[in-house]
């Protein structure tokens, strides 16, 4: 029988709408058109205005025949036209590949041909990079592209596409009737994976998702309204964790940077009284370590979230002195950037730095409407003990978590199985719910039936004086299942023998942690930096162990 | 062809999970345990406490076999029980039905048949009226009667019920493995409308909405963490407009309060430095109109929400005088309480308050995450003119609207069709989108072809020295299709005749807007004190017009 609660009650157009980012700018434009959304240089832009250059890409793009799931990729700093983008595509129905601006041409064209961009816009820093790109592209099929000029861009550049982004935008219709997406599950976004391990996965992100993390950034940080953002975050990195999205349901302003440097970020912050940025640790620890006389006059109090790594006491401490208040999160591309928070608590003001700093390290506790986050056991999928101790996988489950992988589903059920995201990170779980993670899961090295964290190896190898860069893999070894192959590169004129570093991890490790193998020369690293694991694997192989 | 955006990307329980403000109390027990949820008189309760009992709740209903879609009704003052049910019903699977504890027996008879309630939840101080509705109660299918025993109570009452509250929790299992409901779409609440003609109508709520709402609260307040909330508002209004959802979004405080006067209200600021509050006009009034002494040491910066009707000038000033910040916020029942905001600009402070007044008397603009707000033509459904003078009528549409009315299609229909929810009350738009409501559009009269609104014509009654009261509605006429009738009770020992009345109208409204009828005598009111205009346009066709 059906319930009364069930019967004559039907969703239909006055009561149910599909969730979407987009409604976030066409309120704000409503409810405060004269309030101030872009900062770009001397450029001072109303949210008003915004809405409308939106609404013209928007309909520039429909005229140019790219609509409904059509991808626009965008190769492009944070600079309006990358806010703009962030609107302007999903009103015509497109899904926005927003393109790391640092990959080599041959990585770009490989997304470009995966993605099937119909459109790409460019910024002139980036022109000559995507014009090899599009040499090497691989599809015949049309595909517009829009250069942007920026006055605030000083190198040399060249013009690589049919139309200019203002000439583009000047053809496209300011009353642009757009429609929500017919499903609040259709795709948003396609944000590669930067991958270290053959071709990157294409990460596809829905209006659902989009619009739940923009919020949750909002509960976390306790983000009012007309707050005063700083683009630090590069908006390719999973739309910078859908800020583009945050600021516009707040009203607030997007204070735009094309280049991440401690000078600008302090006068930025000064002449605009910002409120919010967000960055990996390089980012803050370039400001703490900046000269004392560049940070006078910048605003108090103002906030900060820091994902990419953990921050280290040193920072935590720095960030205090200078009166600002910083975040931990943590996440991934997949989870649309940070889906959980290191959430503090009141008490742990009254620690001391070491304390607040191991606290603070941690990776925390899931996003506000992310469904659950929980450290599991993968082979019985059961929740590890609070112990700090027992490992398991960080899993994620909920709105927060992509739609899966584009044209890949042999790799989306496998991120999915068993009903969680398995993020391939391994960590602990205290008491408190709270979850550290101890290394990646790929990087664990099972020897003797103990589990090694490479990620401890390399930090015992990287406290010797002489090592730069330092990396464990797992080699094969017919007794002990696995033992752990170290990779270093020497700062330069160092000079060390592979039984001085055995002897110094002996010094600071178990027996049976202590690299087998020890092997000096430079470490393969991806354009963006990561350091190859897979290609060291394969060299671990054929590496000859040291008798320890 | 389907796009390569909807190819093998489903949804999947790693990826989606149903909206519901459930998961907010699990997630704020979890992150923030030892944080106090709930204070009554000496009482002082944790989330994790809270959170506990909600299970026990949840467990014990299940236990008695109340479970999906099954209907518990709840007849409480602002205690921690009613905080509770707002949780530990729908982890049931139940459907909160939160009866307003000043109606008659007859009237909850009503609603416990009408909404098939299994289980009724009871205060001591309505156990009267309750234990009343049950004998005049028609259905003869089981009924859990549950005792709330309240040592703040210190009236007359009698045990009704087959089991006390505690004794009930205590039978129910504190680590009960709730699910979240199958569908968000599915009913969480059912809130009867008041009714001024005929039966209440029921209207459901479901988990989406009310999920949405919850987060719309804590974005137009900017809401912070750990904010303190005082129940001023009874929760048996459009579920407290959704807070108790809220404030455990916000890991808050709820300050419960069985009486709402102000020296309890004064009182409960001091104790536990509330920050925020809700009420209609009266509750502010009252705050305004207390003696300085009672104000002394009040936490400044309280922030204050108005609903029922625009804040006058004077009422502005006096919480500005009190340091409150009040918004103005608007909705009915079947948008979850509040649906817009007039939101308010930073160049508003400067103006004198008069021209505040004004502007914050205004309804104002969609709520957040509502889709659209608008105020229509009712019979093109075409926007007015945001002239503030064409009047329409204001509609809703998307996710911040009710399932529908529980067990009539046709009200339902009636309410949504041409796909907007249909207000009823009329309004004007101005330049700056925001809107102001001039009359009920069934309180409207026509008068050869002019519309007349009765309640400015009610306005003007009110000026007059004699009038206590004042209501005026349509009377048919056969020469001018309407005329306006006005039913009015004077103040006691207050003379005056209806030719009076007709020339003090004359004076201040155009001819064609003076009421041809004049009728003296107490007006028919509602349990809530509304007056029952329903009764007075039956009354007013055997009225005796007078010749003006």
């Known amino acids: 029988m059906i319930s009364i609660f069930d019967q004559d009650l039907p969703r239909v157009e006055a009561n149910f709408a599909p969730m979407s980012p987009l409604t976030f700018i066409e309120r704000t434009a409503e409810v405060y058109p004269d309030r101030l959304a872009v900062v770009h240089g001397s450029l001072r832009q109303t949210w008003e205005d915004t809405y409308a250059r939106c609404r013209r890409l928007a309909s520039a793009l429909q005229r140019a025949g790219i609509g409904k799931n059509d991808t626009v990729a965008v190769v492009l700093p944070n600079t309006p036209p990358m806010v703009e983008a962030h609107f302007g595509a999903p009103m015509a129905g497109a899904v926005l590949n927003a ?40 599809a015949t099929t049309p595909l517009l592209v829009i250069d942007v000029e920026d006055g605030l861009f000083t190198g040399g550049s060249e013009r690589i596409g049919s139309v200019t982004y203002e000439d583009l935008l000047a053809g496209g219709d300011a009353e642009f009737k757009w429609d929500l997406p017919g499903d609040e599950w259709d795709a948003i976004a396609l944000n590669y994976t930067s991958g270290t391990t053959g071709n990157p996965k294409g990460v596809v992100y829905h209006h659902r998702g989009a619009a739940l993390n923009a919020i949750s950034n909002v509960l976390e940080w306790d983000m009012p309204k007309h707050a005063v953002y700083l683009w630090t975050l590069p908006m390719f990195h999973c739309n910078g964790w859908c800020f583009p999205w945050t600021v516009a349901a707040r009203a607030g302003v997007n204070v735009c940077l094309r280049r991440v440097e401690a000078q600008a970020i302090f006068d930025a912050m000064r002449d605009h009284r910002v409120t919010h940025y967000c960055g990996a640790p390089i980012v803050h620890g370039m400001l703490v370590n900046a000269p004392a006389a560049m940070k006078e006059g910048v605003p108090a109090g103002v906030k900060a979230m820091v994902a990419g790594a953990a921050p280290p006491a040193s920072m935590i401490e720095g960030m205090e002195q200078m009166g600002f208040d910083l975040t931990h999160v943590y996440g991934l591309t997949e989870v649309y950037g940070p889906a959980t928070v290191c959430a503090k608590h009141e008490a742990w003001d009254a620690l001391d730095i070491g304390e607040r700093a191991r606290l603070n390290a941690r990776q925390g506790v899931r996003y506000h409407l992310e469904r659950d986050v929980r450290v599991l056991d993968p082979e019985t999928m059961q929740p590890v003990a609070q112990d700090g101790e027992t490992m398991g996988e960080i899993m994620f489950k909920g709105n927060i978590a992509m739609k899966g992988y584009l044209k890949n589903p042999t790799a989306t059920a496998e991120a999915f199985k068993g009903g969680w995201f398995h993020s391939g990170d391994l960590a602990v779980q205290y008491a408190d719910g709270y979850f550290k993670i101890k290394d990646r899961s790929k990087d664990i090295i099972i ?73 000096f020369g430079e470490l393969p690293k991806t354009s963006t930096g990561k350091i190859q694991k897979f290609e060291l694997r394969a060299r671990a192989g054929s590496a000859q162990a040291i008798d320890i």
């Open 99 to 138: 393109i790391n601006t640092r990959l080599d041409a041959e990585t770009i064209a490989f997304m470009l041909d995966h993605g099937e961009a119909k459109a790409v816009i460019v910024d002139p820093e980036f022109s000559l990079s995507v014009k090899k790109a599009l040499a090497l592209r691989k």
């Open 447 to 519: 020897s003797g039936g103990e589990n090694i964290s490479s990620i401890e190896v390399e930090d015992v190898l990287y406290r010797h004086p002489a090592v730069l860069a330092a990396a464990v893999v797992a080699k094969a070894d017919a007794k002990w299942g696995e033992t752990p192959c170290a990779f270093l590169e020497l700062k330069a004129g160092a000079e060390v023998t592979a039984e001085d570093i055995v002897a110094h991890c002996k010094q600071h490790l178990a027996g049976f942690k202590v690299p087998r193998t020890v092997v």
